[in-house]
């Protein structure tokens, strides 16, 4: 056996052209500290030195004969010890060890979602606790955590980030991750005042999000994009999640979806919960609206006679051509519990086909809520996919000129271009990482936002009797 082991490891440090040197220099360049003598016996005999991580060798092997030849550094390192030492900075690396997973897997896994990181740095974080400072913390947890709730136990997935302790008993080294900080001056409210409204020849205010009809709204190519996420997530049995800040439209997207859906689609059955704290949505209370617009006059007692008795009649109108979604908004109030109820909605199905889908409608924070580090809920958030409502950017001047024709106003009478490029730029926020990344920028430009600044040009423009909204006067608003 040993004759074979070191036979292979030989001739595959040799058809590389690395001697043990290189090697050892390789191994001590990134804190792990073998001995020459250690490494000929593990090379000659298959000896695997007791104070070195079986990991750190593997990521020196990595380095040295690079990426494309796993094949043959897995087959040299087959023999490994399965132990983890101590030196390991969280319980992550043990567990690795303890269902006999690879690092080569999780690297690949976390790749599917979008984190790319080499051998080393995945070796640096889960030996060393070094973080790489190029990705957020959080979105790396999540990432490993989905590929390992596929093997542990929801203890051990609890638990697989709490520190080790070294040797000498010191706490690893960790990067502290940094949330980014948003800065940004909300324009005030105020109210359109009547001279103001004389002033530009309105009948009513044009920035008022009364919606009377279909062609009261203004949709973006965004705004569309999001709605058609919405139709299609319906009719296929899926579950979206639609975020958005306060006062980016998403109730107006939300009834244009409603006609929408009317309009093109009559087979799909509409669903809300009516309750108004979400805080307090619970199982019994989604089995009562799915009851309602199923038209079931009598609900059993319990939940689980109730669900049966939906389920079977979700068959039965699925069965007449009918799709069924339901619909919650400040879907970011949900607790763990209600959430782990839809869970259950989603998974009522006739053969394959799902017989609910399920869109929730809420602020950022249901996006953190979703996020795959919350455990009580994270076989929800696998099949959750999210889409995040974008601001009006380009489309100022067409969202403007909609809003003022609905008074029977062009925007080359109220509005100079100069001064919609001001209300772009005015309305720009700066997003500060802290030091281990330069400041970005964040756009602003959400109809609530463009509506409030708007009214206080137009009210500014009335009192100085300027004919219309210039740069100049945006840039004198507060």
């Not at 799709?323 to 869970?343: G, Q, R, T």
């Amino acid at each position: 056996m040993a004759h074979t082991h070191k036979s292979l490891m030989v001739k595959t440090l040799k058809k590389h052209g690395i001697n043990q040197l290189d090697m050892v220099a390789d191994m001590r360049a990134h804190g792990s500290h073998i001995s020459r003598t250690a490494l000929l016996d593990l090379i000659r005999y298959g000896l695997w030195p007791k104070r070195i991580n079986p990991e750190s060798i593997r990521e020196s092997f990595t380095r040295l004969l690079g990426e494309d030849n796993q094949e043959e550094i897995e087959k040299m390192l087959k023999a490994a010890p399965k132990g983890v030492n101590s030196t390991a900075a969280y319980q992550v690396l043990p567990l690795l060890a303890k269902y006999e997973l690879k690092q080569a897997d999780l690297r690949r896994a976390m790749e599917e979602t979008g984190i790319k990181l080499s051998p080393s740095a995945i070796s640096q974080l889960l030996l060393h606790g070094k973080w790489p400072i190029t990705i957020n913390a959080e979105l790396i947890k999540a990432a490993v955590e989905k590929f390992m709730s596929e093997h542990v136990s929801t203890n051990e997935l609890m638990t697989m980030w709490d520190e080790t302790k070294t040797k000498k008993g010191n706490a690893p080294t960790t990067i502290k991750t940094v949330q980014p900080t948003l800065i940004f001056e909300q324009p005030e409210r105020e109210m359109l005042y009547q001279k103001t409204m004389n002033h530009f020849k309105l009948t009513r205010h044009p920035f008022e999000n009364e919606v009377h009809g279909i062609d009261d709204l203004f949709m973006s190519q965004s705004q569309r994009r999001v709605r058609e996420s919405m139709v299609q997530a319906s009719l296929n049995g899926s579950i979206l999640a639609v975020t958005g800040e306060c006062g980016a439209g998403k109730t107006e997207l939300r009834k244009s979806f409603y006609d929408y859906a009317n309009q093109h689609h009559p087979e799909l059955l509409i669903i809300e919960a009516m309750v108004i704290d979400k805080k307090r949505l619970t199982a019994a209370m989604i089995f009562d609206a799915l009851a309602e617009e199923l038209q079931i006059t009598s609900m059993p007692n319990g939940l689980e006679n109730r669900a049966r008795k939906v389920e079977r009649t979700l068959k039965q109108s699925a069965k007449a051509g009918n799709k069924h979604v339901l619909v919650i908004e400040e879907a970011h109030d949900l607790s763990n519990a209600a959430i782990k109820h839809l869970k259950r909605i989603c998974e009522l199905s006739d053969g394959f086909n799902r017989l609910v889908s399920v869109i929730l409608v809420g602020q950022p924070e249901l996006e953190a809520k979703l996020s795959l580090s919350n455990f009580d809920i994270r076989e929800f958030s696998y099949r959750c996919n999210i889409m995040t409502m974008q601001p009006l950017g380009a489309s100022v001047t067409d969202y403007i000129a909609h809003k003022l024709k609905r008074c029977n106003v062009d925007i080359t009478n109220v509005i100079t271009p100069d001064a919609i490029e001001a209300i772009k730029t005015r309305l720009q926020g700066v997003v500060q990482y802290g030091i281990t990344k330069s400041n970005g920028s964040k756009d602003m430009t959400y109809p609530l936002m463009v509506n409030t600044l708007l009214v206080k040009a137009m009210n500014e423009a009335a009192s100085a009797f300027e004919p219309k909204i210039t740069a100049e006067l945006i840039g004198m608003i507060k």
